[in-house]
């Protein structure tokens, strides 16, 4: 079973640039989501992609996006970035209607650094 | 709204002895699922336990148990033999309400760092 992967491990981005982020889910699921962790916080739910749709957003401004391919695999999309925008991104997969014990199991993360 | 709440910023625990960890939520959701994960300084998330609402019997999980009681809004997370593996930040997350097409969004608490020491 391979579990979720993230690419790129680390990347550094100037103010105002535009990065994307990519996520393949573990083998079977069917969900994505997307969280922001900044340092020293707990994570914060960006948006979830369930059948190639966005499927909940968190209070995350438009300049957030994302996309779900076929394959279930994500991209994490940030336009005009800030310097608020430097945190660890984690993706996190899980299987949609598996019932209560739905569980949401997480990838290595992406540290992005805006300068 | 959900909300889950930890006080503990950092806890110290002798190898091979238990520790506690604490976590309370907050939701007017009848039905919820509590998790924990444990965060190394890797930053990779990694599943510990899940105790849903209305399961009836506290969740254990190898060395892992959640102390889960409803009527106080409590989810503690108990590891017993602790080990030096076992030092990272450990988070507790609520999620909401299975239901047809909603989002499965995870509110995570601020987390606990735990050291275990030799």
């Known amino acids: 079973e391979t579990g979720v992967t993230q690419s790129p491990t680390h990347l550094i981005k100037t103010r105002g640039q535009q990065v994307t982020l990519r996520c393949s889910s573990q083998?079977?699921?069917?969900?994505v989501s997307w969280y922001q962790q900044a340092l020293g916080q707990g994570p914060q739910f960006i948006f979830q992609?369930?059948?190639?749709?966005?499927?909940g957003r968190g209070n995350f401004p438009p300049r957030f996006s994302g996309l779900q391919f076929p394959n279930y695999s994500s991209e994490l999309n940030v336009n005009a970035l800030e310097l608020d925008d430097s945190a660890l991104y984690l993706c996190?997969?899980?299987?949609?209607?598996?019932?209560?014990?739905?569980?949401?199991?997480f990838g290595p993360g992406t540290r992005l650094l805006v300068l | 709204a959900q909300k889950i709440t930890q006080t503990q910023p950092g806890m110290f625990v002798q190898e091979k002895e238990a520790v506690t960890l604490d976590c309370t939520y907050d939701t007017s959701d009848p039905s919820y699922g509590l998790f924990w994960y444990k965060q190394p300084s890797s930053g990779e998330m990694i599943f510990l336990i899940y105790q849903g609402s209305y399961d009836q019997q506290n969740a254990t999980e190898g060395r892992y148990s959640l102390n889960f009681q409803k009527a106080r809004k409590s989810a503690n997370l108990v590891i017993s033999a602790s080990q030096l593996g076992d030092s990272a930040m450990y988070f507790c997350?609520?999620?909401?309400?299975?239901?047809?097409?909603?989002?499965?969004?995870?509110?995570f608490g601020s987390g606990t760092q735990l050291t275990v020491l030799p």
């Open positions: 997350a609520m999620r909401p309400p299975i239901s047809s097409g909603s989002a499965r969004q995870l509110t």
């Open positions: 996190a997969s899980s299987l949609y209607g598996t019932g209560n014990q739905e569980t949401q199991y």
């Open positions: 992609y369930y059948r190639e749709e966005e499927n």
């Open positions: 083998s079977g699921h069917n969900t």
